[in-house]
């Protein structure tokens, strides 16, 4: 990753270590998954919009970090069944997991469906 900024953190920090941060595409995840490259991490960008996660992926690119965009919704199991197969057999791996997705639902987790549901 470039020095165009002040560094918070050591360059190698999280190096060998593979990041998975949901809701990737935009603030505070975007801003998560850049800082954790640029201390070395490789990441897996996880959202439902791919387009965001592109242009994610792409800022950690070009500071000459590694990205991986795996589309999906952390509300629907097969969903996050099928990215981590995906980042297993990309990465191999899994080190740390970010969950910065999320919605605004009134439920006590312990009555939340585990599938979403859609209009």
Do not use: W
């Amino acid at each position: 990753m470039s020095e165009e900024k002040a560094r918070r953190f050591a360059p190698d920090l999280m190096a060998g270590q593979v990041a998975l941060v949901t809701g990737s595409g935009s603030g505070m995840g975007r801003a998560t998954a850049l800082e954790m490259a640029s201390c070395g991490a490789r990441l897996a960008l996880f959202a439902r919009r791919q387009e965001p996660l592109e242009g994610t992926a792409r800022m950690i690119r070009a500071a000459g970090g590694e990205a991986f965009v795996v589309p999906g919704d952390t509300r629907d199991e097969d969903s996050i069944e099928a990215a981590m197969a995906r980042i297993k057999d990309h990465y191999g791996q899994l080190d740390v997991l970010v969950n910065n997705a999320g919605g605004q639902y009134i439920a006590a987790a312990a009555t939340s469906p585990t599938r979403a549901s859609r209009p």
